[in-house]
């Protein structure tokens, strides 16, 4: 007997049937995994965007951001690398803001200064007073950040007029007169990031952010210096 007849009829057209139904599981089945992870691969990541570990990653992601948006972390800031000295850090608690009352000026011809000068005990200065200097253009790039060797050192500055102030005291200095012209923009904004940066590494308050004015009688840093300005 025909092995394709029963019963007097044909069971070829069953069998192409049940033949192509397979074959359109076999291509649903295909393209089901692809259909599932089609936005991954829209997005040009293979695929993995709807992975649990790529969740997870997300997740994490958003919790940096939330805790960036929410304010200074609970542990200190790092300082970035430029402004990370070799010594271990000491525990600072005031920012004590200058100006160099010249025009021109720069870590070197501060230094050249200030290791002239001798203290109350006529003692000569190891140099340069303050922990930084910030330039205007003249003598230093605009906006340039530089350390000196007493934040690198972690030393006692010699730039406050007080011995605590000295000695607890992170002292800035900004090149320029600002009794004559306000400090540049770019120095504005690089004092502004040193500062908040020395502010959340330190947990330094508000009001302990200080104009020289504010430790010892000087007109220092001069009347057109708004410190306000560089506080959040």
């Known amino acids: ?40 691969q829209a997005n040009g990541d293979g695929g993995r965007s709807g992975s649990r570990s790529d969740a997870a990653s997300d997740a994490a992601s958003e919790d ?17 690398q430029a402004w990370t000295p070799t ?15 010249t025009e021109t000026g720069s870590v070197e011809s501060i230094h050249a200064e200030h290791v002239q000068r001798r203290d109350a005990e006529g003692k000569p200065w190891l140099g340069i007073g303050y922990h930084f200097v ?18 690198n050192d972690q030393l006692t500055g010699a730039h406050a007029g007080s011995r605590d102030h000295n ?22 904004a690089a004092a502004a990031a040193l500062v908040a940066e020395l502010q959340s590494r330190f947990k330094i308050p508000r009001d302990r952010i200080l104009r020289h004015g504010e430790v010892r ?15 959040p």
């Open 64 to 80: 940096v951001e939330l805790a960036a948006a929410q304010g200074p972390a609970r542990k200190p800031a790092r300082l970035r």
């Open 167 to 188: 000695e607890t005291g992170i002292g800035i200095c900004l090149v320029g007169n600002f009794d004559d012209a306000p400090p540049t923009d770019a120095q504005q």
């Open 134 to 151: 910030i330039g205007n253009g003249h003598g230093m790039v605009d906006g340039e950040v530089q350390p000196t060797f007493r934040w």
């Open 1 to 40: 007997m025909n092995r394709n007849f029963v019963s007097g009829r044909s069971t070829a057209p069953v069998c192409s049937h049940i033949a192509a139904a397979a074959a359109w599981l076999a291509v649903g089945a295909a393209l089901l995994p692809a259909a599932l992870t089609g936005c991954g």
């Open 87 to 101: 010594a271990s850090l000491k525990p600072w608690r005031t920012i004590v803001l200058h100006h160099t009352a």
């Open 217 to 231: 009688p000087t007109a220092c840093p001069g009347r057109l210096f708004e410190v306000d300005s560089l506080l």
